[in-house]
């Protein structure tokens, strides 16, 4: 959790950004949040009523400020979303919280920030084709569960097939990576598959989920992805967003490596790609 804290810090420690790079989010209001869930669920959630088995599932005690946070972790990305069609990019500093679906949550997700955004986009007419890319090494399956039959939200998945969680969802695109899989093999899979993708459904926004759980030092992803491979993971997405002229929020995903410090790194080394590659 602590990543949260340092990744603002370190993008002004090194000058990536300045306080005037920043915005604050407000707590998401509830109709905004059934956009991409269902209304019993959100109700129980900000009344703190879930049951104790969804509780189990979501993995936190749950309480007042973890829904606040998670209310304001919405916002952010929908605010995030609209900086994006303004500036070509932007980020919220948490978030990808892709686990939770229409009426469950799940993997320490309460609600889905890029699902909702997704859904408030294409409800405004903000946006025509959304396509949600997610690179967590985890699949993305509340995502998938939420836009399943979606014909124009759009969801690819590139995750450890082994891996959490056990029983996958179906995204509009799947790609199940085996254990141990390299940074030439992951980059060669992601641009065969990606390209091609991005060519058939000529989205209008890009949403990113930008988990650094793929790293070889993370304690939970089981592939061998090297600090550089990831920073050309998050190259390769961007400069095609940016060929497109296609705006992308991006959010944080997963880390797990026993050093915060390669976590943080690695999620600073994707604002950095990004500010090159749009020329801020």
Do not use: W
Not at 44 to 71: H, N, T
Not at 116 to 127: D, E, G, H
Not at 218 to 247: E, M, N, Y
């Amino acid at each position: 959790m602590v990543k949260y804290e340092l990744i603002p810090q370190q993008l002004q420690r090194e000058g990536l950004v300045t306080a005037a790079n920043f915005f604050e989010p407000e707590r998401v209001d509830f109709d905004t949040a059934c956009l991409a869930h269902d209304s019993a669920y959100i109700h129980c959630l900000f009344d703190l009523a879930l049951d104790p088995k969804m509780i189990r599932r979501i993995g936190f005690p749950l309480s007042q400020a973890l829904v606040d946070r998670e209310r304001y972790i919405v916002d952010g990305t929908i605010k995030s979303a609209l900086y994006a069609r303004a500036h070509g990019v932007s980020f919220n500093t948490a978030g990808g919280t892709h686990h939770a679906g229409r009426d469950f949550g799940e993997g320490f997700c309460l609600m889905n920030d890029q699902a909702v955004a997704a859904a408030y986009l294409y409800k405004q007419s903000l946006a025509r084709r959304i396509l949600i890319i997610d690179l967590d090494v985890h699949q993305g399956n509340g995502t998938a569960d939420i836009f399943e039959d979606h014909a124009d939200i759009l969801t690819f998945s590139m995750h450890g097939e082994k891996n959490f969680p056990f029983i996958k969802a179906r995204s509009h695109v799947d790609i199940g990576l085996d254990d141990g899989v390299g940074d030439a093999v992951y980059l060669e899979i992601l641009e065969k598959n990606l390209i091609p993708l991005f060519s058939a459904v000529k989205p209008d926004f890009v949403f990113y989920q930008a988990g650094v759980d793929i790293l070889e030092t993370d304690k939970l992803g089981k592939l061998k992805i090297s600090a550089d491979g990831c920073k050309q993971r998050d190259r390769l997405v961007l400069q095609l967003c940016r060929d497109q002229h296609v705006p992308v929020q991006i959010s944080m995903g997963g880390g797990y490596s026993s050093h915060i410090r390669d976590i943080v790194d690695a999620h600073v080394a994707t604002y950095r790609a990004a500010i090159d590659i749009f020329g801020f």
